[in-house]
């Protein structure tokens, strides 16, 4: 099975914009997250969605935002970028994200940064 | 009481030692505590994890001890290998409704050879 998929790997944008970033999950798998990961605060969750519904919100501004298509396919925007959104911004994907102990399955990542 | 505490933010350990990293939660809704261990340019990938019924959970060279009183897991990896150096991040989950884990600030560890 192929893993998860996050592209593209590598983004440089300017103050303003925005950005779109895309995952691929596990095929099979229906619950997807997203994480922000920057050096001392870690992974911090942005939000979950399950077919196509968001589940989960984490503590980010309105300028976050997802979806997920009927293929599970996710992808997150980020509007009017500013420089501490700076980070690596991590997918994950499980089976259905609703069983504990389900493990959480992530991609390699893309490394955002804001110039 | 969403937060999970990690320590230490870096570590360093001769090959063959033994090394610990810690991590300390508020929220005893908490049922679900995994470690997850990320090499550079990999995402993060599930090690071990524990619930909170039993104490001690080994795997290998790697034991989570668990100390439901004191709100604190912790992460041992025994005879640590410069293979080993990496980034671990503890995390909590609770099974209430649909759940999110909560990570810690991660503990970047080298092994020296």
């Known amino acids: 099975k192929a893993g998860v998929t996050q592209t593209p790997r590598y983004l440089i944008k300017t103050r303003g914009q925005q950005v779109t970033l895309s995952c691929s999950p596990i095929?099979?798998?229906?619950?997807v997250s997203w994480y922000q990961q920057t050096p001392g605060q870690g992974l911090q969750f942005l939000f979950e969605y399950f077919s196509e519904t968001q589940r989960n919100k984490g503590n980010f501004p309105g300028r976050f935002s997802g979806r997920q298509f009927s293929n599970s396919r996710s992808e997150m925007n980020v509007s009017t970028l500013e420089l501490g959104d700076s980070a690596l911004y991590l997918c994950?994907?499980?089976?259905?994200?609703?069983?504990?102990?389900?493990?959480?399955?992530f991609g390699s990542g893309t490394q955002l940064s804001v110039l | 009481q969403q937060q999970v505490k990690q320590s230490p933010q870096s570590l360093i350990v001769q090959k063959g030692g033994i090394s610990i990293i810690n991590c300390a939660y508020e929220?005893?809704?908490?049922?679900?505590f995994p470690w997850y261990q990320q090499f550079p340019g990999k995402g993060p990938a599930l090690l071990i994890a524990?619930?909170?019924?039993?104490s001690e959970k080994k795997e290998g060279r790697f034991t989570i001890s668990f100390n439901k009183s004191a709100k604190q897991f912790s992460l041992h990896i025994m005879d640590s290998q410069p293979g080993d150096s990496a980034t671990y991040f503890c995390?909590?989950?609770?099974?209430?409704?649909?759940?999110?884990?909560?990570f810690g600030t991660g503990t970047r560890l080298k092994v020296l050879a």
């Open positions: 995390a909590a989950s609770r099974t209430s409704g649909t759940y999110k884990y909560i």
């Open positions: 095929s099979g798998h229906r619950s």
């Open positions: 524990i619930r909170p019924d039993v």
């Open positions: 994950a994907s499980s089976p259905t994200g609703g069983r504990v102990g389900e493990k959480l399955f």
């Open positions: 929220n005893t809704a908490f049922d679900y």
